[in-house]
């Protein structure tokens, strides 16, 4: 062989062997692909590819009169996109001079947070939340690579109002009470999707693509409740808790006809727009979940039981041993007081134990108990909210000696506030009890009804002839030799049951009280039914004197809101008693009082030029003089009409956010801000007076949710 | 003239004949040119799909540094051109000068040499900073064809031939390998081949070899690092998917499998690779991944291919035609090392080698190889314009 053609061999020898490795890559390129490839590609996605949420807008929470309980605030988070902005650009600097403006950060902070991001971000965040003067101040910049993007946050526009029916939501939207929580399906809606790319740091750097998936819209409620009623009831429940130093309190406002739920209170109460703040026991809705011994208030059970059953004459008369007590079966039975000889009636509305015990003695436990479980006790009410209980309605077979007696003056027994109101609603309603329910309809975001709630009647408690007969004893109790006394209403009907009973606890009866009343009016024709309950009131044990008198304060109220009330007082008394004394006008604008004046035909004179009523001769409340007309001196002084540290609250609307801020602030009012826009409506209305500091709602016409997202998405 | 004479062999290194200053009879491979440009332009789009990355974190732009790219290729262009124009064996009669030069350079390097964008050091030169390892690689190359050309007579002689070709590899070895141990191996590999094709003993090129794998394991064995390296490639080649990996290298390998799961058949397209944000210096070591990932199998084979086309065109067309046995032995020796540094690149990428940081020649961003893969193409160019001579001369002679 040559050395020439060694060579050559040698080197195609080699030449051959180097034909391995693409032959090698080759198969690695192949194997990689089809045998790894799936796994691989798995890989990639979990690493490269994610999905962030667009979230749905949660549904409102209306009340009956279409007043916006619970909404969505919307947040502005300002972030920029530095590759298209740059770090140092002119850009920058309006950008944090602007934002500057609106926050209590300072101009440097922002620069400094652009320029230290990471290099190859293309999302820095600069406010997670920015009010929305800040947002539109950063619109109008108008600058490529500025990345607005709104979200929700829950918003109960009246705070603590029917914050035990409305609930809250934690902090990831999710509803954790009350209707939030009962209807959390319903309200939260569909979270949209949205594709991004992730680096190896699991930053978000770029939004790719459009939205793969849009957001579904929660769907509203439509509720009974009146934030009308439910602004009476609550304050007038916490003025009664104060008043008779209760430690606490339940009101239930029931439409009796239709078991719609028109307001439910509980002291204390909580502001659902911090929830975090308040008490865990303060969140429970003592209304549906708190089981009680409800004492004179069940006689109800005893009272039908007897009728329908025929067990006592109206004519009937019961004796009551003088001493005031008797011993049943080794148990002493008591009266408030010794009452001395009643008639049915008045055992009723007067509250005998004594005699309603003898009564109950008459009947067979078998058929009282079914009566009670007729009325509802101890089973649910079935009220579409959550935490209810069902009390606790022994069957007759776990009965004691004592039980019937006891039990028929509202011992042994658990039941709820709600429980309770159904039952007397249910008298109400002429026996026909119905369902509680507090949600009226399920709208989507255009108003369109998706579902439409009709009252269900659960069944029929008395005969009507039962219920004719009763209401009577009922109205008795309402009335100056009743128990109820302090719960009358001039002019208005009203049946009721007061009740006051023992706490027992630590195995035994303590001397503290629960002090209740339940009620409806008008009798005539029943619009509303009111339970109301007090923990351990001071004043007195009685629910007549304590629960009694809050009863009257909020029918009183209720019935002047309600034109369909008719108060069934003469007409002449009214004009009797109308012009006597003068009514207080120190404060009001003249006009006001002038138009208050010739409404009562109560001649009167001015003395001085200006706005508002300074002085007036007779003082509010004396007596007028017929012949001589009032005297009303005025002054263009408001320092009289406003109270130190009040302001008048003035009329926002049509004002853009940035006016009516302004406006407010001047004032000394805080501002609260829903939606964006022109402002077309406020809480509390204009011209009310309220303490400086507070914070009056605003609502803008908010921005349609395509529009938003066009900003988010480039 | 193919044969040669100790004589006339001393005088065409050393002197000047007539025969090397003939012009060349034809104009240079042109499928070897072709290819070569191709590859070139070819790099210009993925390494712009590749480095928005580091060039983000070098607070530059993808378009300058790609620019920058642009310009060292036009440099290596024409330093592949003009070195086709002077007649190899001219450069040859330099090779001793060049190797003691490009020690000097890297003994300068380990003493005063930058270390800047990962391992490799490198020499400033005013602006200009470039690599002696890449310098160093082409010296050798050529000197090695030289020696063995000289001593073809005696060439199984083991102290008057292999030694003393030893005494070069052996030294540009240990100053390589000290700083690039995977570039100092490649370039052992090469030296060693040559040998071989420069007819060198068998049993003798058997015996280094087999020196040079004991080094290797006991090197290996000394290491935990080294050994957990090897086993990590192990579990490399036998399960792609595990995702427990220990070593960056593990990482490394995995991501680039994942660029090429993802790329399937055709590829993600053009500037749509996502992989080159996970994976380290996509630009150059694991450039093929990224090609992979964008052009998809389609486009690597191809992209193999034509290191294919040039590994053919250099052996069996210009080594082989070459019109003596430096000539052969220069083509080889070059065609080996651009075409085995693509291989091992492409290898690194699918996995096929554990993981070293080699460059794809033409391809891969970064200056002073690029310019020396030119120099090496432009020296297999001009060899290939003797082809023709030869050819009438074996017909003659």
């Known amino acids: ?15 051959g062997f180097l034909l391995l490795l693409p032959a090698g890559i080759f198969f690695q390129l192949l194997r990689v692909n089809v045998a790894e490839g799936d796994g691989l590609r798995e890989l990639w996605n979990s690493q490269a590819i994610d999905y962030v949420s667009i979230p749905a807008e949660r549904g409102d929470i209306y009340d009956a009169t279409g007043s916006i309980l619970a909404t969505n605030q919307v947040i502005y988070q300002v972030a920029v996109d530095p590759k298209t902005v740059g770090r140092t650009s002119q850009d920058i600097q309006r950008i944090a001079e602007t934002l500057s403006n609106h926050t209590s950060r300072n101009v440097n902070y922002y620069k400094r947070k652009i320029q230290n991001a990471p290099s190859r971000s293309q999302y820095v965040v600069l406010e997670k939340s920015v009010p929305v003067q800040a947002y539109e101040d950063l619109n109008l910049l108008d600058i490529r690579g500025l990345l607005l993007e709104e979200e929700y946050r829950r918003n109960y526009n009246f705070g603590s109002l029917a914050a035990h029916v409305v609930g809250f939501v934690n902090h990831e939207m999710k509803g954790m009470a009350g209707l939030e929580s009962e209807y959390d399906d319903i309200l939260k809606g569909t979270d949209g999707l949205q594709q991004v790319r992730k680096d190896p740091l699991n930053n978000i750097f770029a939004y790719v693509g459009a939205p793969r998936k849009q957001p579904e819209q929660g769907y509203s409620l439509h509720t009974t409740i009146n934030s009308q009623i439910q602004a009476i009831v609550e304050e007038e429940l916490e003025a009664g808790i104060e008043r008779h130093m209760a430690d606490k309190g339940t009101a239930i406002i029931m439409d009796p006809k239709t078991g719609a739920i028109q307001a439910m209170a509980n ?73 001395g000889t009643l008639t049915f009636s008045e055992v009723i509305s007067k509250s005998s134990n004594i005699a309603t015990s003898e009564i109950a003695m008459r009947m ?23 935490g209810e209980k069902e009390g606790r309605l022994q069957r007759p077979y776990e009965w004691s ?35 509680p329910y507090v949600v009226e309809s399920v709208r989507d975001e255009f108003g369109n009804i998706l579902q439409q709630r009709k009252p269900v009647s659960v069944r029929k408690v008395a005969d009507e002839e039962t219920i004719d007969k009763l209401i009577p004893i009922l109205e008795d109790v309402v009335s100056d030799s009743g128990t109820a006394s ?14 006051t009973a023992q706490k027992f606890k630590d195995g035994q009866y303590q001397t503290k009280y629960r002090a209740s009343f339940v009620g409806f009016f008008p009798v005539e024709d029943p619009e509303h039914a009111i339970f109301i309950l007090l923990d351990e009131p001071k004043t007195s044990i009685y629910g007549g ?17 309600d034109n369909s009330i008719q108060k069934s007082t003469p007409k002449d008394m009214i004009a009797e008693d109308a012009p006597n004394v003068a009514p207080k006008l120190t ?47 005025l002054t263009n002084q408001t320092t009289d009409s406003i109270p130190e540290g009040y302001a008048q609250i003035p009329d926002l609307t049509n004002l853009n956010m940035r006016q009516a801020t302004f406006l407010l602030m001047s004032r000394g009012f805080e501002i609260e801000t829903v939606g964006s826009g022109t402002v077309y409506t406020q809480f509390p209305r204009a011209g009310d007076l309220m303490k400086k500091g507070r914070t009056v709602t605003v609502r803008g016409k908010a921005k349609s949710i395509s529009q938003s997202q066009s900003i988010a998405s480039y | 003239m193919y044969y040669t004479t100790p004589n006339s062999k001393v005088g065409s290194i050393f002197g000047t004949t007539k025969d090397e200053l003939d012009a060349p009879d034809r104009s240079s491979d042109q499928v070897l040119l072709v290819t070569i440009i191709g590859l070139m332009i070819f790099g210009c789009l993925a390494v712009y799909s590749s480095i928005a990355f580091f060039a983000q974190s070098h607070g530059t732009t993808a378009v300058s540094l790609v620019s920058g790219h642009a310009i060292k290729l036009l440099i290596a262009f024409f330093v592949m051109i003009f070195i086709s124009k002077i007649n190899y064996r001219v450069l040859a009669r330099f090779s001793r000068f060049a190797m003691l030069l490009s020690w000097g350079l890297l003994i300068v390097m380990h003493l005063y040499g930058d270390v800047s964008w990962g391992a490799q050091r490198s020499l400033s030169i005013g602006s200009v900073s470039f690599q002696p390892t890449s310098f160093a690689a082409i010296a050798l190359i050529l000197h090695v064809a030289v020696l063995l050309y000289e001593k073809q007579e005696y060439i199984k002689d083991f102290k008057r031939a292999f030694l003393p070709i030893m005494f070069w590899v052996g030294v540009t070895f240990v100053l390589i390998g000290t700083e690039d141990l995977s570039s100092a191996a490649v370039l052992m590999g090469i030296c060693i081949l040559m040998m071989f094709v420069g ?64 790329g399937q058949l055709f590829g993600v397209g053009i500037g749509k690779s996502t992989q080159r944000d996970f994976l380290p210096a996509p630009y150059n070591d694991f450039i093929f991944a990224i090609i992979a990932e964008e052009y998809g199998i389609v486009g690597a084979i191809s992209v193999i291919f034509a290191y294919l086309l040039i590994l053919y065109r250099g052996i069996a067309v210009i080594a082989r035609q070459a019109p003596d046995v430096l000539g052969t032995l220069i083509a080889f020796g070059c065609t080996l090392l651009i075409s085995l540094y693509a291989f091992v690149n492409a290898g690194v990428a699918t996995g096929l080698l554990p993981v070293t940081g080699l460059p794809m020649p033409f391809v891969s961003y970064g200056g002073s190889s690029m310019v020396f893969a030119g120099a090496m193409s432009g020296m297999l160019l001009n060899i290939s314009r003797h082809i023709a001579n030869i050819k009438t001369r074996f017909y003659n002679g």
């Open chain 2, 199 to 262: 007819r060198i003993s068998i049993p003798q090129l058997s015996g280094l070899v087999l020196i040079g794998l004991i080094g290797v394991a006991g090197f290996i064995s000394t290491s935990t690092e080294r050994q957990s390296r090897i086993d990590q490639y192990v579990a490399q080649i036998t399960e792609i998917n595990d995702q427990n990996f220990e070593s960056a290298e593990g990482y490394q390998a995995q991501q680039a499998h994942i660029a090429i799961a993802q």
């Open chain 1, 1 to 15: 062989m040559s050395d020439r053609s060694s060579i050559m061999s040698r080197m195609f020898l080699l030449f």
């Open chain 1, 545 to 561: 004197f304590t629960a009694g008198s809050i009863f009257k304060e909020i029918a009183t109220r209720i019935s002047g809101l």
């Open chain 1, 267 to 339: 002291f204390p109460y909580f502001n659902p727009n911090s929830p975090a703040t308040i008490e865990n026991e303060n969140r429970r809705n003592y209304a549906i979940s708190d089981q009680i011994e409800p004492g004179s208030t069940f006689k109800v059970a005893t009272a039908i039981a007897a009728i329908e059953q025929e067990l006592v004459g109206f004519d009937e008369k019961f004796e009551t041993p003088e001493k005031g007590y008797k011993m049943i079966h080794g148990q002493t039975m008591r009266d408030h007081d010794p009452l």
């Open chain 1, 401 to 435: 000696l004592v039980t019937l007696p006891w039990m028929s003056i509202g011992y042994e027994v658990q039941v709820t506030p709600m429980q309770m109101i159904q039952a007397y609603a249910a008298v109400a309603n002429d026996g026909v009890m119905m369902k």
């Open chain 1, 364 to 386: 067979e436990p078998e058929s009282f108990y079914q009566y009670a479980r007729n009325l509802g006790f101890g089973t649910s009410t079935q009220i579409d909210l959550p």
């Open chain 1, 587 to 633: 404060g009001l604008q003249f006009e006001n009082a002038s138009i208050l004046l010739n409404k009562n035909g109560i001649p009167f004179k001015k003395i001085g030029e200006g706005i508002f009523v300074e002085e007036q001769i007779p003082a509010p409340g004396e007596k007028i003089d017929p012949n001589k007309p009032l005297e009303i001196k």
């Open chain 1, 486 to 499: 302090w719960a009358m209403v001039e002019g208005l009907r009203i049946a009721g049951k007061t009740g």
